[in-house]
């Protein structure tokens, strides 16, 4: 089973991804407990985009190994992708679990908790992930838009973000031109 391991590695360095999942397919016909198998035929088919089997793999992986924050972190964005939003929000909580510095986690948390539509919650994840790294353009990007998509100009302002809290009170006067706030 090691040389097939070692095999799709070679294969996957090659980005000849269906390969390679041939090769980790039969590294799990002869040892079906080779977590690091499933996990490198996960990230291969991410990588052509198969993410159904894809989170299948990962899930493989964290019924092997529970405590891999990686896994949980891939199984959430390939559950992501097929918009099953509830499942990757738990995988990404797993992940903050394991890790709860993980800024990474704490962003993809709130995009999955925005597509859910619990926008205060996505907010305090973004803010979470700012915390940690307050350089994460991405999650300040996040906050900022979800922050105007709601008009919370007071925060947008408090946050020096001035441009979108104008564009706010702009929507705002547009959406009722007699609201005196």
């Avoid at 939003?85 to 999955?112: C, F, M, S």
Wanted: charge should be negative.
């Amino acid at each position: 089973h090691l040389a097939w391991l070692e095999r799709g590695d070679e294969l996957f360095q090659l980005q000849r991804y269906k390969e390679a999942i041939g090769s980790y397919d039969r590294v799990i016909q002869a040892k079906p407990d080779d977590y690091l198998a499933w996990f490198k035929r996960g990230i291969a088919l991410e990588n052509i985009q198969r993410f159904a089997e894809a989170a299948e793999s990962f899930e493989q992986v964290v019924q092997l190994q529970p405590e891999d924050y990686l896994a949980w972190f891939k199984l959430g964005g390939a559950l992501e992708h097929l918009q099953r939003h509830t499942a990757a929000l738990q995988a990404y909580e797993r992940v903050i679990e394991l890790q709860p510095d993980n800024y990474w986690a704490w962003h993809d948390r709130g995009k999955t908790l925005e597509a859910l539509g619990q926008h205060d919650d996505a907010i305090h994840s973004y803010d979470r992930a700012v915390q940690l790294k307050p350089d994460f353009q991405l999650a300040i990007d996040s906050r900022r838009r979800v922050l105007s998509q709601l008009k919370r100009v007071d925060t947008l302002y408090h946050l020096q973000h001035y441009d979108e809290a104008l564009a706010s009170c702009d929507r705002a006067i547009q959406d009722n031109p007699h609201d005196p706030l």
